[in-house]
């Protein structure tokens, strides 16, 4: 779709992509291959930093230089709030090889909210040879996030070690914990619900103690400055705090305790989409890989005007995906997309001169290697007509001049 993304990438990057990208870009030869990978890829939280932040660039890339959307604002849940910072921040994006050894290094994701979770076996009483599986694990709950929190204090210490993570939309979150409890409350709740992968804590009040660690690794990140090409124009939303705002609006904010706080604090999808389109923001694009977010925004303001699309839906082609959303887009106008650079310059000038497509139903014809390659042509041009009078007439004479025939006048036939 874009042949120059990986040029677009390496000027936007410095070493962030020198050795190979199998560890954050899971690919496999069978979908028991991929899926996999994927399951060990959640529990690898550097890496699931390395892909957050290739993927809101590239995508942004597409999205602004490919198709020429111009976006007012830019608002994004969890890790898609803190790599907007990237995206949308050259300077911010040139330095993002620096925090990965740090990632590395710090034993907030080594060992106290990921791997190992100390920090959970220190809160909720856990020894140290407890497995993880035990009392750390994620489900998705088909119910709203106050239908959850009833059924919580109903339930009172039976899920002391429950926790609302993310709010995905009005009627659907995220919980994690310890896994007995957390079926205690399904079993409550008596909704849909579904296991998923939580590779590390976030969004819970046993974060807020490492707050000044993840800080620490974050310190190169600055405010995206207005002046700068990336985001000139753009409203940057922050979901940190009692509401919701552009960034640019707080005072004197440190970006590194910004995203402390994002990982810190419930993250609240619902609450986001509502503010940013109070605030007079319509059409939503999502430029994340799949497509919960437009779905999860098409739930939330299913009573309030707006578009909401998505660059990628899982199980479908890339291509016709991009175009549907840019078709989308273009009619209702006011976003910049076009789709001319999708396409090659000769094509396009092949397309406004308007030079027929070749069909693809006509065949060239070689009668034993003995004549030239010929233009099949119409059936309804005045030659072709006359060629087939003359097998016509042809037919009806004796099968040895019918034979001569062709040979001396029938070099060329159509089929």
Known sequence: VMPGLHEVIASKTTRMWDTSDEGWNVRGISAKDIAEKETAFLERQVDMFRAGVYHSVAFTAVARDMLGIRPKAACGLSLGEVTTL????????????????????????????????????????????????????????????????????????????????????????????????????????????????????????????????????????TMPERTCPECAGVELYSSVGDRVQPLHSKRNVSIPEHVACIYAELADFERIAKQVSADGYKVFVEL???????????????????????????????????????????????????????????????????????NRTRKDIEVNNRF???????????????????????????????????RTKGSKLEA
Request: overall charge positive; charged content about 20%.
């Open 288 to 358: 994340g890989p799949n497509d919960a977010r437009s779905v999860a925004v098409k739930d939330i303001l299913r009573d309030h005007k707006h578009v909401s699309v998505a660059f990628d839906r899982k199980g479908q082609n890339a291509w016709r995906q991009i175009l549907r959303m840019s078709a989308v887009l273009i009619s209702h106008q006011a976003t910049g997309c076009q789709v001319s650079r999708l396409y090659h310059p000769t094509l396009l000038a092949a397309a406004r001169a308007g030079t027929p497509k070749p």
């Open 86 to 221: 990237f995206a949308f921040c050259e300077k911010n994006s040139k330095q993002s090889h620096e925090i990965f050894p740090r990632l590395v290094a710090s034993p907030v994701w080594q060992e106290e909210l990921a791997v190992k979770f100390n920090a959970l076996r220190k809160a909720w009483g856990f020894a140290a040879d407890t497995p993880v599986a035990e009392f750390w694990g994620g489900f998705v709950v088909h119910a709203s996030r106050e239908r959850v929190q009833h059924a919580m204090i109903e339930l009172g210490q039976q899920v002391s070690c429950v926790r609302i993570v993310i709010v995905n939309d009005a009627k659907s979150c995220l919980i994690a914990g310890v896994p007995s409890q957390c079926q205690a409350l399904l079993a409550q709740l008596g909704c849909l619900s579904a296991p998923i992968e939580q590779g590390m804590v976030g969004h819970t009040a046993e974060v807020a103690q490492y707050k000044p660690q993840i800080a620490k690794i974050y310190e190169t990140i």
């Open 372 to 406: 030239p390659y010929v233009q099949r042509q119409p059936m309804d041009r005045p030659d072709a007509l006359l060629v087939m009078h003359q097998k016509e007439q042809l037919q009806r004479q004796q099968p040895s001049e019918s034979a001569a025939a062709f």
